[in-house]
């Protein structure tokens, strides 16, 4: 599966616009990355308990967006992106959306 942030792929054309395609995933924070992160912003610095859970969620979210464009018949991925929001302040939203697409 090619996933790629540009409209096109260099080298490939598109022979069939499928539509779009999400990857999405849901984390709660982990109690002991709220306290060190509390403390964290005290001092200022890489939250890295935050930093990993993104990392996660990311990787999860561009997984789910693969197998969604797999199950509808692409095999590629086109104007990829990310987004990311705070949910209910004690966790993180990650989704991963884009346009599925045949390629040849």
Known sequence: ??????NDIPGATVTRTIGEVFGLTVRSRH???????????LAGGELRG????LQEARG????????EATRAGG???????F????Y?????EVCAYGTAVIIA
């Open 1 to 6: 599966m090619i996933i790629v942030t540009s």
């Open 31 to 41: 109690i002991g990355s709220n306290i060190a992160a509390g403390f964290k912003s």
């Open 50 to 53: 935050i930093t990993q859970l």
């Open 60 to 67: 999860e979210a561009l997984q789910r967006l693969a197998e």
């Open 75 to 81: 095999n590629a991925v086109v104007a990829f992106r």
């Open 83 to 86: 987004e990311t929001t705070e």
């Open 88 to 92: 209910a302040g004690t966790g993180v």
